[in-house]
T-cell receptor
Framework: GESVGLHLPTLSVQEGDNSIINCAYSNSASDYFIWYKQESGKGPQFIIDIRSNMDKRQGQRVTVLLNKTVKHLSLQIAATQPGDSAVYFCAENMSGSARQLTFGSGTQLTVLP | GAVVSQHPSRVICKSGTSVKIECRSLDFQATTMFWYRQFPKKSLMLMATSNEGSKATYEQGVEKDKFLINHASLTLSTLTVTSAHPEDSSFYIC?????????????FGPGTRLTVL
């Protein structure tokens, strides 16, 4: 079936380094993608989204890259901070359809001091 | 803006009792609310979608008679876990969407930790 998945379940980075979290999706008709951050015991927090008519979108310290050819999505976090430690989920959807958001399995990001 | 609250944040109940969880959009009107379930170290699993004033749409495998959803107003949806059993213990998260298209942003509540003894 259709799915959204992540390449790595865990990622550890040194404080101050850049982090890259990857996500693969299988539904070629998906045209809307979102990254969420979930801290332990809390609900997901919206980080950034991107639509399929774009390849790149930047926010504050975060950049999302979309490669539709290989159905790959990545989240880049610049100058990673301890507060960035969390589980990051990608989610995808298809506009104009009855489908709801489909979440990936998540990547645990740990920022090392 | 776009704050979603849930109450209670934690609840412990005895097996066989019912538990009600509230989800509120505090600063916007939510035409659609969603209920998710999340097991430890797992992703979010959509349970049901509710639109204000109409019956909820349940995902395959989710028992609608066990997980009762009411969306009586544009700012409040409730999930009632009826006759709870230990296997219903989980983290329940709601989200709310103000727009009418499925790609409008969903804002999530802080979650409710349910433990059934």
């Amino acid at each position: 079936g259709e799915s959204v998945g992540l390449h790595l379940p865990t990622l550890s980075v040194q404080e101050g380094d850049n982090s890259i979290i990857n996500c693969a999706y299988s539904n070629s008709a998906s045209d809307y993608f979102i990254w969420y951050k979930q801290e332990s015991g809390k609900g997901p927090q919206f980080i950034i989204d991107i639509r399929s008519n774009m390849d790149k979108r930047q926010g504050q310290r975060v950049t999302v890259l979309l490669n539709k050819t290989v159905k790959h999505l990545s989240l880049q976090i610049a100058a990673t901070q301890p507060g960035d430690s969390a589980v990051y989920f990608c989610a995808e959807n298809m506009s104009g359809s009855a489908r709801q958001l489909t979440f990936g399995s998540g990547t645990q990001l740990t920022v090392l001091p | 803006g776009a704050v979603v609250s849930q109450h209670p944040s934690r609840v412990i109940c005895k097996s066989g009792t019912s538990v009600k969880i509230e989800c509120r959009s505090l600063d916007f009107q939510a035409t659609t609310m969603f209920w998710y379930r999340q097991f430890p170290k797992k992703s979010l699993m959509l349970m049901a979608t509710s639109n204000e004033g109409s019956k909820a749409t349940y995902e395959q495998g989710v028992e609608k008679d066990k997980f009762l959803i009411n969306h009586a107003s544009l700012t409040l949806s409730t999930l009632t876990v009826t006759s709870a059993h230990p296997e219903d213990s989980s983290f329940y998260i709601c989200s709310a969407r103000s727009g009418t298209t499925n790609t409008d942003t969903q804002y999530f509540g802080p979650g409710t930790r349910l433990t059934v003894l």
